[in-house]
């Protein structure tokens, strides 16, 4: 058997494709391989039928996997068919998509390497690649994924903005809740462009079949799933509202603790912890010094029993009791006096409409902070994405599920 029979087999190129030669270069561990096209006839890329050849491109490289530890290239002239109907045009190459410079077995090796590398440099290491090369592997990945991606109905959407830069910079993602999975992703959290990212994510038909749409308080949000899908109702989160009761509750902390500072005793020395965890998930040793403090009759104890009181608003089957247990809440909160917290629950009122929503569909935006902390791993891995687009393109590929391969 020759060297050219034996890559044939392993590349699985047949006729008319031919290998007319190998070049084996031991020291650099590398190995070219030479096709030609030996038919005067092929058949033309937009009509698949046959008609005579017309002349014979420029050499182009393709990367292959590496054969038996040698970096492996392939070196062809496409042959250009002249067809009456669409013109002179380049054959196909059967190892390659149009356009790459991976073989079909290289591309799909690459997307595996990239996907379960821990990072984007280990996976360049791995394939030998320099950072543009990968890119454009990912790129292409994901264009396929998205075209593939089914027009099936889609019942509930998650909506949430993440920070990309330093400073006021967003970005706004779109979830399937069901499957897990980000649709879409679009630079800002304005309402112009939440609107784009509906129209990028949705097709008209799965736009006016949406149940529900789970979000924060955010205006711009709302505004443009309202106006977009106005059969969908809008779902204030919980995760989202525990986040401003937490926040409202750490207001208060601060303030009191450095009321403390000036004397000489403060008891809400590294406190901050107690008040914001899960007391499910405190130590016996915490939980003890929690109600200690608690019988200290702070006010940070009263905006944290308010804020633990509005756990049993969730487990309410019924909306109208839960709209009850809500009103009384709301009482508890006035009689407080509170700023920090009287603000948050007055927000609460004013939203309570599409905060009870939550009782006719239960979903929540727990999925799509999930997927915000593989956000989070992508962006860290990558040292920062310089472009809007290239963190786009990793998030869709990491957090797509998409059907990626060649
Ligand atoms: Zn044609």
Redesign the pocket.
């Known amino acids: 058997m020759q060297v050219e029979d034996h890559y044939s087999l392993l590349l699985g190129i047949q006729s008319p494709w031919e290998i007319t030669s190998v070049d084996l270069k031991m020291a650099e561990s590398r190995v070219d391989i030479y096709v030609e096209y030996m038919d005067s006839t092929g058949k033309?890329p937009?009509?698949k039928?046959t008609h005579p050849t017309y002349d014979l491109r420029k050499t182009r490289t393709w990367r292959h996997l590496d054969t038996m530890q040698f970096s492996t290239f392939i070196h062809c002239q496409l042959p250009r068919i002249n067809?009456p109907?669409?013109g002179v045009k380049s054959a196909q190459a059967p190892w390659a998509n149009k356009q790459s410079g991976f073989t079909l077995m290289f591309e799909a090796f690459a997307i595996q390497v990239m996907l379960a590398a821990k990072s984007v440099e280990a996976a360049r290491k791995l394939l030998g690649l320099n950072w543009k090369q990968l890119e454009s592997i990912k790129h292409q990945a994901v264009n396929r994924g998205l075209a593939r991606r089914s027009k099936d109905n889609i019942d509930y959407l998650g909506v949430d903005e993440k920070q990309f830069r330093k400073g006021h910079n967003y970005i706004t993602t779109l979830v399937d809740i069901d499957q897990g999975a980000v649709l879409e992703v679009v630079e800002y959290r304005t309402e112009e462009s939440c609107k784009t990212l509906i129209d990028k994510a949705l097709n008209e038909n799965q736009q006016s079949n949406v149940k529900a749409v789970c979000m924060d308080m955010w205006k711009a949000f709302y505004n443009a799933f309202s106006e977009k899908l106005p059969n969908a109702s809008i779902v204030h989160d919980h995760f989202h509202i525990s986040q401003y009761l937490n926040k409202a509750v750490d207001q208060i902390r601060k303030k009191e603790n450095r009321e403390f500072n000036t004397t000489s005793n403060n008891p809400l020395k590294k406190s901050k912890f107690l008040w914001l965890s899960n007391p499910e998930n405190l130590s016996e040793e915490a939980k003890v010094q929690l109600n200690s403090l608690n019988e200290l009759n702070l006010k940070v104890s009263k905006a944290w029993i308010l804020k633990e009181s509005f756990k049993p608003f969730w487990q309410y089957r019924s909306k109208s009791w839960a709209e009850k247990y809500f009103n009384v809440w709301y009482e508890n909160v006035t009689k407080n006096k509170l700023p920090a917290m009287l603000k948050v629950a007055d927000m609460l009122k004013n939203h309570i409409g599409n905060i009870l929503t939550y009782f006719d569909h239960s979903i929540s935006n727990a999925v799509a902070e999930g997927l915000n902390s593989k956000i989070q791993m992508t962006k860290s891995n990558a040292r920062g994405y310089r472009s809007f687009e290239g963190f786009r393109v990793s998030i869709l590929f990491h957090c797509g599920k998409l059907k990626m391969e060649p």
């Open positions: 033309c937009e009509c039928n067809c109907e669409h």
